[in-house]
């Protein structure tokens, strides 16, 4: 039934060249992404030669400056950028995102020289990064962070062990925190190492219930040597920097989130008008329809929320607490959507011929990575009532 199929969202974009960009992205995501989708995730394959489109056709860098090689798009433009990636398949949509908090510490508070040296191979040449801070033994407790670089002339030494990284042992170059002081969140500093870096390892992928495309692993660095040249930022201000890139980065994920759940729902839709059970669609029963009524509506608000947040990063104004709420809402409901979505399909939505399973699995993931939902909420009752007592 034509009139009920899924339509694409409705956007809100600020230009025509914004409008142009989303175009291009649905282009890409209906040809090059959606169409392998299943069968890679189904046999954990990374599509790298996507990546490598993505970057030719500019879509690596797109917050970033146009100086080195970025797009110079606002983040309410990004944001969507990576929803309708997400929706296509979250390894890409996740992998952008990932790719675009690795480069955050040199775009933001790298030297100009830095930034001429490394930015443009890192935004437009091909690079993909990813970004290092979690441990085994600390996810997060971040500031209490283990690995540590010494000092070597001009030189520093990284040993330790990095832990949940998304394109760890696939990426060409690494965002990493290390400690370089004293304990806590003051003696953090942040480096930028090269994938080719003498002592820098990765293990064995981790074995995941979803997102089985997009590789996670531990990144061992055994006396990696980098020079000072590659220390982002001053001493000591790594843990600082990394919490400001979360804080855009947490964007990202509630992006992605509402992606994965657009999906879903227009999953349902497409399926639910189509099956007939006792002479009609099931699409006309009220129970279902309430149930794709709300699935609806919460995800207008996730993606309200986001681009709200985005806005106000735009204007250069404080967004942490919205995006801590951003990420929660965005990520809970992706997970209650695509749980819907397998409901509404029955038993079709728990076999792996419907995309709607995997959806229910990745969705998962995004309550967890990048800050648990339970720390956002922590960081959204900061704000409102002030530090707990110590």
């Given at each position: ?8 969202v ?7 060249e914004a ?15 959606a ?6 995730e ?6 790298r ?6 970057s ?5 860098g797109?917050p970033?400056?146009?100086e ?18 997400a929706?296509a ?5 996740l992998g ?6 690795a480069s955050y510490a040199?775009?933001?508070?790298g ?5 001429a ?12 990064g990813a ?13 209490s962070?283990?690995?540590?670089a010494?000092?070597?002339g ?9 832990a ?12 990493v925190?290390?400690r ?7 003696g ?24 089985k495309?997009s ?8 006396g ?13 201000q ?6 400001s ?6 964007l990202?994920?509630?992006a992605?989130a ?7 729902l227009d ?16 699409a006309?029963?009220?129970?279902l ?8 509506t919460q995800i ?14 735009d ?5 942490a607490k ?10 809970d ?12 399909l ?37 704000h409102?009532a ?5």
């Amino acid at each position: 039934m034509p009139d009920r199929a899924p339509q694409p969202v409705d956007r809100q974009l600020p230009t025509d060249e914004a409008r142009d960009l989303i175009s291009l992205v649905r282009d890409i995501a209906q040809r090059e992404i959606a169409p392998n989708a299943a069968e890679e995730e189904d046999t954990g394959r990374f599509p790298r030669e996507v990546f490598t489109l993505l970057s030719d056709s500019g879509l690596l860098g797109l917050p970033y400056d146009a100086e080195f090689g970025g797009g110079e798009q606002p983040y309410e433009v990004y944001l969507q950028v990576l929803e309708e990636l997400a929706a296509a398949r979250l390894t890409v949509g996740l992998g952008v995102s990932v790719h675009t908090l690795a480069s955050y510490a040199l775009a933001t508070y790298g030297t100009k020289e830095q930034q001429a040296e490394h930015l443009p191979a890192m935004l437009g040449g091909g690079l993909l990064g990813a970004y290092c801070l979690s441990e085994p033994a600390s996810g997060s407790d971040a500031a209490s962070l283990r690995t540590k670089a010494v000092r070597a002339g001009d030189d520093w030494v990284i040993t330790g062990t990095k832990a949940w990284i998304t394109h760890g042992g696939i990426a060409d170059f690494y965002t990493v925190m290390a400690r370089t002081g004293e304990d806590g969140p003051r003696g953090i500093t942040a480096f930028l190492v090269p994938a080719d870096a003498e002592g820098l390892s990765a293990a064995v992928p981790e074995k995941k219930m979803g997102l089985k495309g997009s590789p996670t692993a531990q990144v061992h660095l055994d006396g990696v040597r980098v020079p000072d040249a590659r220390r982002l930022g001053d001493e000591g201000q790594g843990f600082a920097i990394a919490l400001s890139a979360l804080e855009s980065g947490r964007l990202g994920i509630a992006a992605c989130a509402i992606g994965v759940a657009q999906a879903a729902l227009d999953e349902a839709v497409s399926y639910a008008a189509e099956r007939r059970q006792f002479g009609k669609p099931i699409a006309d029963f009220q129970g279902l329809r309430f149930m794709l009524a709300d699935m609806a509506t919460q995800i207008e608000a996730g993606r309200a929320l986001y681009l709200t947040a985005a806005r106000l990063r735009d204007a250069g104004l404080p967004f942490a607490k919205q995006a801590a709420m951003a990420k929660l809402h965005c990520t809970d409901t992706a997970m209650r959507t695509t749980t819907d979505a397998v409901q509404i399909l029955g038993g079709y939505g728990y076999t792996a011929d419907f995309p709607a399973e995997r959806y229910m699995r990745e969705a998962k993931v995004l309550q967890i990575v990048e800050g648990t939902n339970q720390i956002q909420r922590m960081v959204i009752a900061r704000h409102l009532a002030g530090p707990e007592e110590r």
